[in-house]
């Protein structure tokens, strides 16, 4: 079977993602932080609410025509933050106000402090002040029922800010999936244990970890599993009845120790195996009763490119985000390959100083070598059919999480 184009293993990866999302669950709005909106939302109230002073200062009435420089006041009250002054019905009154204190009735503009000269009870105004200078309105922020956050939309600081100042106690957001990585390797020893010839520590564990947990809602890891075939399948039996997504690493390829392909077939269906991309050829994805399995080859580089280029587009997904914006840069040196698949090279983006995003390709491009994952910021993608390209050339970019 030849492998898979990328583009349109892509696509199929997040086409059976998004007809099956996540269930919708409402949280505390102070645990959202980082979660996905399930739902639009319209603003249900105004905005600040009512008329405020953008500054400290004097509210003034000029009865719409704005205030002349020299004009005198005399100041009758002190409107502060929460509490409402009394109308200014006398076009020859001011009132002292506070940053975000509700602008007296009557009033229809202010003047910060720097531009007046106070004696006594009485203001001159040192400089024009036109109808609605440094006033805020009602709705200035939102208006009620306008659109204000869209389904799919990460909540980060900018939008709980927003929902906390509508009123929310909770929100709907999208559940993150239980996630099992299942990591294997006869080679493969834990962190602290001696080495004997002929065998590594196992890196892949922590990457995954480190790239996944941001995605789920339970994350349990599993491993390092020794390549034993009957091992193995009650590994991806249990996780499978456990867990929403199942990831892999190693034995997804075709070799003598390689039973992850056989067991997911066993056990489920195979959707797609291998993809025409390097790293990460041997890539899998399946399914066992109701859990997703993606087996990623083991070869560490091919763990990381990978979830980056195909696992976390799913993720992201299942939670109702849509993709991330493409983005590009200008290659900072001339690069060759030999392949026809779509390859996803390791480097490292900067600021040049005209202000154009520079990717520095790495030296170290192995699949092996973590080296380049350690000193690169981004993946630079090289299309199938590209053999060359120069320095200078505009090339698409995925910044690491």
Not at 329 to 348: D, I, M, N
């Amino acid at each position: 079977m030849a492998p898979t184009p990328f583009d349109q293993a892509l696509a199929l990866l997040c086409d059976e993602a998004a007809a099956r999302p996540c269930p919708v669950e409402s949280i505390p709005l102070q645990s959202a932080s980082g979660r996905v909106l399930a739902e639009d939302l319209a603003a249900p109230i105004n905005v600040p609410g009512f008329a405020n002073a953008a500054m400290d200062g004097y509210a003034l009435r000029s009865e719409g025509r704005g205030v002349r420089r020299g004009t005198s006041f005399r100041v009758v009250d002190l409107a502060l933050a929460g509490a409402a002054a009394q109308r200014l019905d006398d076009a020859a009154h001011c009132a002292e106000i506070a940053t975000g204190a509700v602008m007296p009735d009557g009033a229809d503009c202010m003047v910060q402090y720097e531009l007046t000269q106070r004696e006594g009870d009485h203001i001159v105004v040192q400089a024009d002040v036109p109808v609605g200078h440094n006033v805020r309105g009602a709705s200035d922020d939102y208006a009620l029922g306008q659109h204000a956050l869209s389904r799919g939309r990460m909540l980060d600081a900018g939008a709980l800010g927003v929902l906390a100042g509508f009123g929310f106690a909770e929100v709907q957001v999208r559940r993150r999936p239980r996630i099992a990585i299942v990591v294997t390797g006869s080679e493969l020893q834990p962190a602290g244990v001696p080495l004997a010839r002929g065998q590594i520590h196992d890196s892949n564990s922590t990457t995954l970890r480190a790239l996944l947990s941001p995605y789920a809602d339970t994350l349990n890891v599993i491993g390092p599993v020794r390549d034993e075939r009957d091992v193995l399948a009650a590994v991806l039996r249990d996780t499978a009845r456990d867990h929403e997504v199942v990831v892999t690493a190693g034995g997804a390829s075709a070799g003598r120790a390689d039973f992850i392909p056989g067991l997911v077939r066993e056990l489920g269906e195979i959707r797609l195996w291998k993809v025409a991309t390097r790293p990460g050829m041997p890539f899998l994805y399946g399914r066992i009763g109701d859990a997703n399995v993606y087996g990623l080859p083991g070869n560490p580089v091919s763990v990381f490119a990978s979830v980056l280029t195909l696992v976390l587009p799913v993720l992201r997904t299942m939670q109702g985000q849509a993709p991330l914006s493409r983005r590009y840069a200008v290659l900072a040196a001339p690069l060759r390959k030999s392949h026809g698949r779509l390859e996803w090279r390791r480097g490292l983006l900067s600021n040049a100083a005209d202000g154009r995003r520079l990717i520095h390709p790495h030296a170290a491009q192995g699949s092996g070598m973590l080296r380049g994952v350690a000193e690169s910021n981004a993946l630079l993608r090289i299309d199938a059919d590209t053999r060359v390209l120069g320095a200078g050339a505009v090339v698409e970019v995925l910044p690491f999480p």
